[in-house]
């Protein structure tokens, strides 16, 4: 069980990490409601290190491949804060999208070993396994 080899810290870290997700979908179903969103960054960002640590976060997020993923995040998380929600929820999602689009593929693979998911993903026509993706 993967919780057995996770520690203390990265356990409360995925908790918040999770809720962090859960306000920012909420967020954007209430309407891109602001407190919400800005809520649901503070904890994504929060939980993501606490579960890898300090110091491999800010590796990860200024390591110089992913500087433009990171600035359009944070550029995104401040325009939510100022009140222009949809524009600045464009701008964090195509900054995560630079940032954690290497993980999608182990995100999928991990999902379709799910008993309800799995048969979902493998029926969709655009995530089929021909291991080609169209750029």
């Given at each position: 069980?993967?919780?057995?080899?996770?520690?203390?810290?990265?356990?409360?870290?995925?908790?918040?990490?999770?809720?962090g997700?859960?306000f920012?979908?909420f967020?954007?179903?209430?309407?891109f409601?602001?407190?919400?969103?800005?809520?649901?960054n503070?904890?994504f960002?929060t939980?993501?290190?606490?579960?890898?640590?300090?110091?491999?976060?800010?590796?990860?997020?200024?390591?110089a491949r992913?500087?433009?993923?990171?600035?359009?995040f944070?550029?995104?998380i401040?325009?939510?804060?100022?009140?222009?929600t949809?524009?600045?929820?464009?701008?964090?999602?195509?900054?995560?999208i630079n940032?954690?689009?290497?993980?999608?593929?182990?995100?999928?693979a991990t999902?379709?070993?799910?008993?309800?998911?799995?048969?979902?993903?493998?029926r969709?026509?655009?995530l089929?396994?021909d291991?080609?993706?169209?750029?």
């Open positions: 069980f993967i919780m057995a080899m996770i520690d203390e810290w990265q356990r409360v870290g995925l908790m918040v990490t999770a809720f997700l859960f920012l979908f967020g954007v179903m209430m309407m409601d602001r407190a919400l969103l800005a809520f649901g503070l904890l960002v939980g993501v290190a606490l579960v890898i640590g300090m110091q491999k976060t800010m590796a990860f997020f200024f390591q992913k500087i433009k993923g990171t600035t359009c944070f550029t995104g401040v325009i939510v804060l100022l009140g222009w949809i524009i600045g929820m464009i701008i964090e999602v195509f900054g995560f940032l954690f689009g290497d993980f999608l593929p182990i995100v999928l999902l379709r070993r799910v008993p309800v998911i799995g048969p979902i993903l493998d969709l026509p655009f089929q396994n291991h080609s993706l169209p750029i």
